[in-house]
């Protein structure tokens, strides 16, 4: 059942994802689509995923999997019965959209060809590393992999680390928001026409279209006067204009910028009495905005070395200065702007429940929800049900 | 041919990254997406010839409009009304000096969906703050988590949460079309850039909050799983020791039979039968052991050719590439045209490159890509267009200065 007040109310989705593709399925049940979401006998492989509730060691609940399955309902499909592909495919039949990553749990049994060719108002959403076409189609791949043939881990790191993964999954996220977009957007042309379609989601292109500066380096290389190519290197924090870096201060480290009004954190050292030569006319000429840039990083980096980090951030906020102070996950779960806007949610897990993240958007009609839909097996009568079986697992009714 | 927005008009008040990276996947995908800027306030990245604007404002028209003025802040009051979405990403409160905020024009258009995407959402003690993405980055953790163990200054290489932050506006963007599709009824959308971004911890977040871990960073370890190797490592084909001329891959072994694989495509060599590699657990535990030895391997090997054996095999491996890889050199993003030509002469930089949209619709390809346009070029077409503005009315707009 899908949440009657959410944006997607109505919109029934079969999620066939893996790892690359599950963010999507996520965004679109928390706004209230009736996402069903087909497991093996054996369990979903995304169950084991850590971190693990430590309160239930016994059946292995996944934190991982709670944030990123989260609103949907689960059902057990053992595929080598006839018996459970007619199940799947009757699933199928009563979907507007389904939801697929290459070779993932279904897919490759879900007859997506024959079923658009049934109802060609069907959308599907194909994920994959690379494409179904080219040389590298049939590579195989993780976030790490995919991050680096992206283009995203050359840009992250420092001169004395590897190249960096992001932590966690943020490659993955990336193309799951994309697989999500790809439905939505295919959903409103069947709104408008009727016609149904497929959409190819490649992880590597959702990655490689969210570089940033990488792209523009390369293609306007001549305007960027500080640097000696197309290529710029991993260099920690410091940001491709060379003014946001990470600095350190009394008690932790914050993001420093002069931008974006440079005569404001000119004025404001000078009231410090901390400008140390940057009085300089030479900083004022035009064609030295970079070399004022470059000496005022430097004066900050000393003058934030001796201030307190939370007085630092603050005063710079009242400024309308972009400092960030730089913190660590137990005190962003502290942080009071997430507090005044009641922005954490319950997530039941097991028999517990645990805070976790809310909503990423706020739709004034439509509230984002948390959906709670219990155990792996708490909906299968329901959904046997709702596919023409009766609730009596084997026996179509 | 038809694409899927085709028919969704945009009013877009958007600046820098975040906003416009989402007006330009709305444009891709058909829908007509007008830009609103003032000339005189353009500096920076917003100013119309600077790359970063050149990148992430094709596939749309722009109107120049001094919003200084009070004529042309009735200007954008009309077109208002003839939009279905209107998008801005300045600070809290701005369009509502201007008279166009979320109460005022679904007065006069209840169907419009409204997309605010600030900072910080538009309530609570945050609300005023400015940021930009590694400011979101900073606050929300993000930079702490990404880095090698023992330090805090690294975080991510550019500014990812712009984009998510783009990305997820057009998911609820959407979701709103959706639903007013079935109501008939718009909405607004207050979206806070800095909850976009606490919610890409959203695993370590619960592990916080359940278990009272506090996630730490971890190098390119897996943080919770068992997954080794599972690294980046210099290869044979780095030409010197500065950064942009080092050469990497990297290697995934997500499971046992990936690194039984992989141990076949490095020879078998003693070393990686000993018994602290025999499971992904103990291979974790060894892990600089274990990355010395495969680096080892690596640096007499180009990236190329590591990459080619082990996806042979079945292992997932990687060249890291950079921006000259990616555009010139990467095989599979050639086969679908990624980067391509945009579609038009630029006054001043001629023909323009840009990366395609990477979503591949079978009845509603998205392959147009008009170049960005220069502040104020669409300006007779977007009010003819929207407002029916006839030529008498445009000139005298337009000599009155209100259009730049």
Redo the contacts between chains.
């Keep these: 059942m899908s949440n009657p007040e959410g944006?997607?109310?109505?919109?029934r989705i079969i999620d066939l994802t893996d790892e690359r593709g599950i963010y999507g399925a996520k965004?679109l049940a928390d706004?209230g689509a009736d996402v069903v979401r087909p497991e093996p006998p054996t369990g979903d492989p995304l169950r084991s995923?850590?971190?693990?509730?430590?309160?239930a060691p016994e059946d292995q609940q996944s934190?991982?999997f709670?944030?990123?399955a989260s609103s949907r309902r689960f059902f057990t499909l053992d595929l080598s019965t006839a018996e459970g592909n007619n199940q799947l495919q009757s699933l199928i039949e009563r979907a507007s959209i389904v939801l697929t990553c290459k070779d993932a749990f279904g897919v490759n049994e879900a007859k997506l060809d024959e079923a658009l060719e049934k109802r060609p108002e069907l959308i599907v959403i194909d994920v994959t590393s690379?494409?179904n076409?080219?040389?590298?189609?049939n590579?195989?791949?993780?976030d790490?992999?995919?991050?680096?043939?992206?283009?995203?881990?050359?840009?992250?790191?420092?001169?004395d680390?590897?190249?960096?993964?992001?932590?966690?999954e943020?490659n993955y996220?990336?193309s799951g928001?994309?697989t999500?977009?790809?439905a939505?957007?295919?959903?409103?042309?069947t709104?408008?026409?009727g016609?149904?379609?497929?959409?190819?989601?490649?992880v590597?292109?959702?990655i490689?279209?969210?570089?940033?500066?990488?792209?523009?380096?390369?293609?306007?290389n001549e305007?960027f006067a500080s640097t000696?190519?197309?290529?710029?290197?991993?260099?920690?924090?410091l940001?491709?204009s060379n003014a946001?870096q990470?600095?350190?201060a009394k008690g932790?480290?914050?993001?420093i910028?002069p931008?974006?009004n440079i005569e404001a954190q000119l004025t404001w050292l000078i009231e410090e009495d901390a400008f140390e030569d940057l009085l300089d006319p030479k900083y004022m000429e035009p064609e030295n905005v970079q070399l004022l840039i470059q000496r005022i990083m430097e004066v900050l980096t000393t003058w934030a070395g001796e201030q307190d980090v939370e007085a630092l951030f603050l005063a710079a906020?009242e400024r309308?200065?972009?400092?960030?102070?730089?913190?660590?996950?137990?005190?962003?779960?502290e942080?009071?702007?997430?507090a005044?806007?009641e922005?954490w949610q319950d997530?039941k897990?097991g028999a517990?429940t645990?805070?976790?993240?809310?909503?990423?958007?706020?739709?004034?009609?439509?509230p984002w929800q948390l959906q709670h839909h219990g155990h792996l097996d708490d909906n299968t009568d329901d959904i046997l049900k709702e596919i023409g079986w009766t609730n009596a697992r084997g026996n179509q009714s | 041919m038809?694409r899927?927005?085709d028919?969704?008009r945009i009013l877009d008040f958007t600046h820098v990254?975040a906003g416009p990276f989402a007006t330009r996947?709305l444009g891709d995908?058909g829908a007509d997406v007008v830009k609103v800027n003032s000339i005189d306030r353009a500096t920076?990245v917003n100013l119309a010839t600077h790359?970063?604007f050149?990148?992430f404002n094709r596939n749309k028209r722009s109107l120049a409009l001094d919003m200084a003025q009070e004529a042309s802040r009735a200007i954008s009051r009309k077109l208002c009304d003839e939009a279905d979405i209107v998008i801005n990403n300045f600070s809290v409160g701005v369009l509502k000096r201007w008279g166009i905020d979320f109460d005022t024009v679904a007065e006069t258009n209840a169907g419009v969906i409204y997309a605010e995407m600030s900072g910080?959402?538009d309530?609570?003690?945050?609300?005023?703050?400015?940021?930009?993405a590694?400011?979101?980055?900073?606050?929300?953790?993000?930079?702490?988590?990404?880095?090698?163990p023992g330090?805090?200054?690294?975080?991510?290489?550019?500014?990812?949460n712009?984009?998510?932050a783009g990305?997820?506006?057009?998911?609820?963007i959407?979701?709103?079309?959706?639903?007013r599709?079935?109501?008939g009824?718009g909405?607004?959308?207050?979206?806070?850039q800095?909850?976009?971004g606490?919610?890409?911890?959203?695993?370590?977040?619960?592990?916080?909050?359940?278990?009272g871990?506090?996630?730490?960073?971890?190098?390119?370890k897996l943080?919770?799983?068992h997954?080794a190797p599972?690294?980046?490592?210099?290869c044979a084909d780095t030409i010197d020791d500065?950064?942009?001329n080092e050469r990497?891959?990297?290697?995934?072994c997500?499971d046992e039979n990936q690194w039984q694989a992989f141990k076949n495509v490095m020879g078998n060599p003693d070393w990686a039968n000993s018994p602290q590699f025999n499971s992904a657990a103990e291979r974790v535990n060894a892990s600089d052991e274990l990355d010395q030895a495969i680096s080892a391997w690596t640096l007499d090997l180009e990236a190329a050719e590591v990459m080619e054996q082990c996806?042979r095999a079945?292992?997932?491996?990687?060249?890291?590439?950079?921006?000259?890889?990616?555009?010139e050199k990467?095989?599979?993003?050639a086969?679908?045209d990624?980067?391509q030509p945009m579609e038009g002469e630029h006054p001043e930089y001629g023909t323009?490159?840009?990366?395609?949209?990477?979503?591949?619709?079978?009845?509603?390809p998205c392959d147009d890509y008009p170049r960005t346009r220069e502040l104020g070029e669409d300006n007779a077409a977007v009010l003819t267009d929207w407002l029916q503005m006839s030529p008498e009315e445009y000139r005298v707009h337009d000599e009155s200065g209100l259009l730049k």
């Design positions: 944006a997607l109310s109505g919109v965004l706004l995923r850590g971190p693990r509730l430590a309160t934190l991982w709670a944030f990123f690379f494409g076409e080219g040389p590298w189609a590579y195989v791949s993780s790490l992999v995919d991050g680096a043939l992206g283009g995203a881990a050359a840009t992250t790191g420092d001169a680390t590897a190249p960096l993964k992001f932590f966690g943020l996220m990336t928001a994309y999500a977009i790809a939505l957007s295919a959903l409103h042309h709104r408008s026409t016609e149904g379609q497929r959409v190819g989601v490649p590597q292109q959702c490689a279209s969210c570089l940033e500066h990488v792209l523009m380096f390369y293609s306007y305007q000696d190519g197309p290529i710029l290197p991993r260099r920690g924090s940001h491709w946001y990470v600095m350190q932790g480290s914050i993001m910028t931008t974006p906020q309308h200065s972009p400092y960030g102070w730089v913190l660590p996950i137990e005190k962003v779960a942080n009071p702007q997430l005044f806007r922005w997530y897990i517990e645990i805070k976790g993240p809310g909503a990423p958007y706020h739709l004034s009609e439509n | 038809s899927p927005l028919g969704i990254l996947i995908m920076g790359p970063y050149l990148q910080m959402g309530t609570g003690p945050w609300s005023k703050f400015v940021t930009y590694p400011t979101i980055h900073a606050l929300s953790g993000l930079t702490h988590l990404t880095g090698v330090r805090e200054d690294i975080g991510l290489g550019f500014s990812y712009d984009h998510q990305l997820h506006a057009v998911v609820a959407l979701a709103a079309l959706e639903a599709n079935r109501t009824k909405q607004r959308i207050d979206m806070s800095f909850e976009v606490v919610n890409f911890s959203g695993p370590s977040l619960l592990d916080w909050f359940a278990n871990n506090a996630a730490r960073p971890t190098g390119n943080p919770y799983d997954a599972h690294n980046c490592y210099k500065s950064i942009e990497w891959i990297a290697i995934a997500m996806q079945g292992v997932p491996a990687g060249i890291v590439q950079n921006g000259v890889d990616l555009i990467d095989p599979q993003l086969a679908y990624f980067f323009m490159t840009g990366d395609r949209l990477p979503l591949y619709f079978s009845a509603t």
